[in-house]
């Protein structure tokens, strides 16, 4: 079965920094795009980030570009986001997606909270 985990998240200050991570299992992980997005209460889901697979490419978001970071490790199976320069506005549910076929799935999702 294809599962996605992530975590990583918690509680930071403005200003922090966070490394979230997805561990992907049940498909062939190098061959998948891999993307990022956050939900916040009362908004919609929205993009934060993606990498693909061969040249390991990525893009982001305007909200985030500079300060996070996707990237893969596929011998571990893993996506990571490196989330620098935390601002309130980053608070949300992050969650890690992928697709196999024509299913896309997602993870149960980590919460990041930037508060002072």
């Known amino acids: 079965q294809v599962q996605l985990v992530e975590s990583g998240g918690g509680l930071v200050q403005p200003g922090g920094s966070l490394r979230l991570s997805c561990v992907a299992s049940?498909?062939?992980?190098?061959?998948?795009?891999m993307t990022w997005y956050r939900q916040a209460p009362g908004k919609e889901r929205e993009f934060v980030a993606t990498?693909?697979?061969?040249?390991?490419?990525?893009t982001y978001a305007d909200s985030v570009k500079g300060r996070f970071t996707i990237s893969r490790d596929n011998a571990k199976n893993t996506v990571y986001l490196q989330m620098n320069n935390l601002k309130p506005e980053d608070t949300a549910m992050y969650y890690c997606?992928?697709?196999?076929?024509?299913?896309?799935?997602w993870g149960q999702g980590t919460q990041v909270t930037v508060s002072s």
């Open positions: 997606r992928t697709n196999v076929g024509l299913i896309n799935y």
């Open positions: 049940g498909f062939t992980f190098s061959t998948k795009p």
């Open positions: 990498i693909i697979s061969n040249s390991m490419r990525t």
